[in-house]
């Protein structure tokens, strides 16, 4: 059975930092390209930051460039965002995803809320 679990979620401040969590399980993850999207009411899920299967290449968002950071542990199979200097803009539902190259599919975690407000 698949899961991945997103934690970390939770309200900050303006300027604050969070770092989100997402262990997976049932798939193999070490050689999954990992992702982090996020979405709020009203629009389009958007990808967020990625992370390739051994971790040595990313990619992010330009609006979060600078300040957010992702990255991976496939010894524990969980991959990380760290969110420094939070907006709140970030304020959304963070989902993680998993693209298993070694059978081509495709996997989503329940999603995390992030707000970010004084």
């Known amino acids: 059975q698949v899961q991945l679990v997103e934690s970390g979620g939770d309200l900050v401040q303006p300027g604050g930092s969070l770092r989100l969590s997402c262990a997976g399980s049932?798939?193999?993850?070490?050689?999954?390209?990992m992702r982090w999207y996020r979405q709020v009411p009203g629009k389009e899920r958007e990808l967020v930051a990625r992370?390739?299967?051994?971790?040595?290449?990313?990619a992010y968002l330009d609006s979060v460039k600078g300040r957010f950071t992702i990255s991976r542990d496939n010894a524990k199979n969980t991959v990380y965002l760290q969110m420094n200097s939070l907006k709140p803009e970030d304020t959304a539902v963070y989902y993680c995803?998993?693209?298993?190259?070694?059978?081509?599919?495709?996997?989503w975690g329940q999603g995390t809320q992030v707000t970010v407000s004084s």
């Open positions: 995803n998993a693209y298993d190259y070694s059978i081509f599919r495709d996997y």
């Open positions: 049932g798939f193999a993850f070490s050689q999954s390209s």
């Open positions: 992370i390739s299967s051994a971790g040595g290449t990313t």
